[in-house]
C-alpha cells in the first residue's frame, strides 16, 4: 500500500489546571507557582524540555491575569505594559543569555516589577547560575530568585505524559502500549514528545493505527 502524504498539522496541547499532570517530579513546582508567596514576587521554574513549564505558566496566567511573553520578544516588548497588570510570566528566559539587547531588557522589567510589586514568573531549563549571563547586575539579582524544579520523570508521570501527548494529538491507542513504549524510550520529557510525534507521522503515512508494531519500527529507527 503506498504511503499517503504526512501533513504537520498543529497540534493543541490541553492546558488548563485539570489537565496538568501531578506526579512526585513536579509536585512541589505545582505547589510553589500557586502559592504565589514568592520572595520578592518572583520565581525561576526550572526543569528540563518537554516538563510542563509552558503549561504550569499558563495554568498561573490564567489565576492571576499575568501577560505571558517568550524571552526573545523582550527588546522589542513595552516593559511598563507588561508589568502593570500586576503579574507577567517569561518564558525560556535562559536563551538570552549573551544578548546584551535581551538581557538588559530582562534587567528592567524586573527591576519595574520589583517596584511596583508585580509577580514575575521565569522559566528556564535551569536555575540561573547556570545560563551564563554577561550582565552582572542581572545575574547577581536572578541568582537571589528562588527556584522552583521539576524533576525528569518517574515511570508514573512518563506514562501520563504519553497519555496526554496521544490526547492532544488525538490519537487512540491501546492502554497496554503506554508502559511498553515507557519501558523502551528514551527517558525523558522531551524524548515522549519526539516519541509521539513520529509515532503520529508514521501511523498517518502508513494509513494505520498506532500499533505495537508500528511502535518497534518508530523505537528501532530512534536508536
Known sequence: MPEQLAF???VRPALERGDFLIAPPNALALATVEAGDWPQGKLVLAGPEGAGKTHLVHVWAKTTGAQIIAARDLAQAEIPALVAGGAVAVEDADTIAGSRE???????????ALA???????TARAAPQRWGLALPDLASRLAATAVATIDPPDDTLLSAVLVKQFADRQLSVAPSLIPWLAARMERSFAGAQS???????RA???????SRALAQAVLDSHN
Open 102 to 112: 535581551l538581557e538588559e531588557a530582562l534587567f528592567h522589567l524586573h527591576n519595574l
Open 116 to 122: 511596583e510589586a508585580a509577580q514575575l514568573l521565569l
Open 8 to 10: 504537520d498539522l498543529p
Open 195 to 201: 516519541l509521539v510525534a513520529a509515532l503520529d507521522a
Open 204 to 210: 498517518l503515512a502508513a494509513r494505520k493505527p498506532v
